[in-house]
């Protein structure tokens, strides 16, 4: 064995052992792991799932032994999450504060399909091409929990839906009581974390903000 070999050996050898890979956008499934270390099983909602793996902030947990449900409404997601979650309730559903259609707007980058029609001008600004429209139905939340959880308390609610994560949030069913909140919350510093609509909720409802990555807000029931 040459020498480059031997370094290429080491290096994979280091890496596997002393790395942790992340699933999420920006990390916040390690700090999720961190908060629930030791917990090997418990239940999430993830709320604009994505991808069963890629931006995922709840596979890590999936990998741990964790389950719960994921809905999102792009067409045709759920058919990955089927494959790769079978122990996951999996959902194509869209979440909104009403139950009501709402016109889903689609891009080149499924991540930001999004029903805020306030977003679309700033997606095509910074380069994305919106590639279809649909009407879609969407549910309240609690509407979900109700019909498809058998038990009254869930561990971890993820949410990311592009413009609609506060109606989320308020088409909750509080006595679910989530010990953690993740929700995205675009670049905003602490000082404007505090002052928005969606930490003024969860505040009131308990909760306290614990940590932050460029793009999510992570909370803990008090």
Partial sequence: MNLLSKILLIKNYLLGRYSIKSYSQEGEDLILARIFEGKQKGIYVDVGAHHPLRFSNTYLLYRQGWSGINLDANPGSMDAFKMLRPRDLNLQLGIADKISRKIFYQFN????NTFDYSLI??????????????????????????????????????????????????????????????IEQLGASFAKLINSRSSQLLLKQGYHLHAKTVNSAIYLLD
């Fill in 109 to 112: 980058e499924p991540a930001i």
């Fill in 121 to 182: 001008k700033n997606n095509l600004k910074v380069g994305y091409k919106l590639v279809g429209k649909q009407s879609i139905s969407v549910l309240p939340l609690s509407a979900i929990l109700h019909r498809y959880l058998q038990i009254k308390h869930i561990d971890l609610l993820s949410i990311d839906i592009e413009g609609f994560d506060y109606r989320a949030l308020k088409s909750m069913d509080w006595t679910y009581s989530p010990t953690v909140v993740v």
